[in-house]
């Protein structure tokens, strides 16, 4: 095992936590902002459906999968530029049966 | 019982489908513990999302949704909005965390983060409430299909779906529910989108419904106008904004703390393939949740412009069975011989299964609708039996009752507590406490109400500790229970939020319980803080004595 900087693990952990971060607000923003606005909203329209409706019934709902997907995308290429593998599986995962009994 | 080209049709395609499920479950019978539970980790994420949509897509997606937007129009949204966004709250927050801690069950975790026995037998029993709860309304959903369908006594259809959930679950575990439920979700995903693909054709000439169906709701804004009722898109008719905005919450944090969803974030190997898996997930449901309301606004628009003004006694052939089972009323009210809008009111649990036959689409597809919600409806009930049994057999039986039971002893109490719970859930579906959907409402309340906040703490807080977790839970549990009691019989309510909304009250009170405890006990051990700083690193990261290390 190989020491890690503890500045470099505290710049990782702060980066991950803002991306999250701003996925929550952007996923807060299309679903209840818009349904606490939702009067005010829909005077304008998108595909002919009044814009409080589209969004309940589709635009929050695409704003989700996108945001899923972009942090799946985003999160390995963090990993990678901290030189960590997201794939790296520890053969010693504390999760088999017989390590899990031993860590009581 | 009437034998003729549908049923023979709709029966063929259920035993077919059926037949490859178990199929699948035989050829993939679990031998060890792990893989019963959690399938050996070895699912890759695009094959997890798709089981996680099965799982996901219970009878109340399937069956209820697009009836309830329907129904409700805008208010029925907070449905496709709450469960879809708790993919958000489970996936940033929650999942890759879950899958580093690595452990089999959700009350595993929680009793191992917070090292307390008492926290991991109050997360089991939280956890056989929940989906006990939740595989109720599943099995009288799949009783109401089969009894229509076989057109037989719903009683006899709930008594099929028992025998066939305990046998697949119990012979296949999760490893056998995994590929099973892949079958299932492609299965239900197409039975959903042949009827709005062949609507849309039919309606918009377009094969794409999700970009045409704004100009079927265009129409029928002239539609309600000329019937002087309140437009289908108005918001908050049906009850206030809160109430929209307080189930939205409880469907999101009950989306992010029910056990059998979140097993499945075990079922992969790393932190990526959770990430992945969730991405996914919300894809192959967001395909169904999207359709919902496209569903909802055809078959809306079918019935007022086609059956809606036809005579009273000429109405289409379909309409028969359906008042049979008093789902459906017609009443020509003001006796002018027609049917006015007004006069009909149907009921939101048979839109999906009626509207093939409404559009006139023909045997097959309306073969199809069965077998896919028939999908719908076991997929869940399995994922949740998997829930209950490895609470009982490895959280209760094997962590406190008999530490050294043989794996092969752990296996055998996990498949009795199946088929127990199998049945017992079926016998309280033979006569259901309330709709599908208000029981499945009270599951979501109360996974808000206990598992989110205990695992939101748990990952992101590592001040928080066994006593104040206890308090959480129990203070979240008695919250939502007493708000759903009080709002329901004595019909106290706050800001107009009614029973279904009560898991917003449940989260605030466990998070403040559990804070507050926390902060006046004694702070966890610093090996048990160390663990939880090591959840903000990657699996290759180890973080041991305010050091970070990397593994090679």
Do not use: C
Request: net charge neutral; aromatic share 12%.
């Amino acid at each position: 095992m190989k020491k890690l900087e503890r500045a470099k693990a505290e710049a990782y952990f702060k980066y991950r936590t803002t991306m999250i971060v701003i996925y929550l607000a952007i996923g807060f923003l299309v679903s209840y902002a818009v349904v606490l606005n939702a009067e005010a909203l829909s005077s304008f329209r998108v595909m002919g459906i009044p814009f409080h409706y589209y969004m309940g019934a589709q635009g929050a709902v695409v704003t989700f999968i996108v945001l899923l997907f972009i942090n799946a995308i985003v999160s390995d290429r963090i990993d990678k530029k901290f030189g960590f593998n997201p794939e790296y599986v520890d053969k010693a995962d504390h999760s088999t049966v017989e390590s899990s009994k031993g860590s009581e | 019982m009437i034998v003729d080209g549908q049923f023979i049709v709709s029966l063929s395609l259920i035993v077919a489908t059926f037949a490859l499920y178990i199929g699948i479950a035989i050829f993939n019978t679990a031998k060890q513990t792990s893989e019963f539970y959690v399938a050996s980790r070895g699912v890759p994420p695009i094959f997890n999302g798709m089981a996680i949509g099965a799982d996901w897509m219970s009878a109340a997606s399937f069956i209820g949704m697009a009836g309830t937007v329907m129904v409700l129009g805008y208010d029925g949204l907070a449905y496709i909005m709450g469960w879809t966004g708790g993919y958000l709250l489970l996936t940033f927050l929650l999942a890759p965390q879950l899958r580093k801690y690595g452990r089999y069950t959700v009350p595993e975790f929680i009793g191992d983060r917070y090292r307390s026995d008492t926290a991991r037998l109050i997360a089991a029993v939280a956890t056989i409430i929940i989906s006990f709860t939740y595989s109720v309304g599943q099995l009288s959903g799949s009783g109401v299909v089969i009894g229509r369908l076989l057109e037989v006594n719903t009683a006899v259809g709930t008594l099929i779906g028992v025998v066939l959930i305990a046998f697949y679950s119990a012979m296949g575990g999760m490893k056998g529910i995994t590929w099973t439920q892949v079958a299932q979700y492609l299965v239900l995903i197409i039975a959903y989108l042949i009827p709005v693909i062949f609507m849309s054709l039919q309606l918009t000439s377009s094969p794409a419904p999700w970009l045409s169906y704004g100009e079927v709701i265009s129409s029928m804004r002239e539609l309600d106008q000329d019937l002087g009722i309140s437009e289908y898109v108005v918001p908050f008719t049906e009850a206030t904004k809160w109430q929209f905005i307080a189930l939205m919450f409880t469907l999101m944090a009950g989306t992010a703390g029910l056990p059998h969803v979140i097993v499945r974030f075990y079922t992969v190997s790393t932190m990526k393939a959770a990430r992945w898996s969730g991405a996914w997930a919300l894809l192959f449901i967001g395909l169904l949740y999207l359709s919902a309301p496209v569903y909802a606004a055809f078959s809306r628009f079918i019935l007022m412009t086609e059956v809606a003004g036809s005579s009273i006694d000429n109405l289409p052939a379909w309409t028969q069975p359906w008042i049979n089972t008093g789902q459906l009323s017609v009443a020509d009210e003001n006796g002018d011989g027609v049917l006015q809008w007004q006069e009909l009111s149907i009921h939101n649990d048979i839109v999906v299964m009626a509207t093939p036959e409404i559009a006139n689409l023909g045997v097959f597809v309306i073969g199809l609708m069965a077998a896919g919600a028939m999908a719908a409806a076991l997929s869940t009930a399995g994922g949740l039996m998997i829930a209950i049994s490895a609470a009982l057999s490895h959280d209760i039986y094997y962590r406190s009752i008999n530490p050294n039971a043989s794996e092969r002893k752990r296996l055998l109490v996990g498949r009795y507590s199946i088929v127990i719970a199998t049945v017992a859930a079926g016998l309280l579906a033979l006569n259901p406490p309330g709709a599908i959907t208000q029981i499945v409402a009270w599951a979501f309340a109360l996974a808000s109400g206990s598992f989110f906040p205990a695992l939101l703490l748990g990952v992101w807080w590592k001040r928080a500790n066994g006593p104040g977790v206890i308090a959480g839970m129990i203070t979240g549990l008695t919250v939502t229970l007493g708000y759903i009691f009080f709002s329901q019989s004595l019909g106290i309510q706050l800001l107009g939020i009614i029973d279904t909304g009560a898991g917003i009250f449940g989260a605030a009170a466990a998070i403040i319980a559990n804070i507050v405890v926390s902060l006046n006990t004694k702070p966890p051990a610093q090996e048990t803080q160390d663990e939880v700083t090591d959840l903000r690193y990657p699996e290759q990261m180890q973080y041991k004595n305010g050091e970070v290390w990397l593994k090679e």
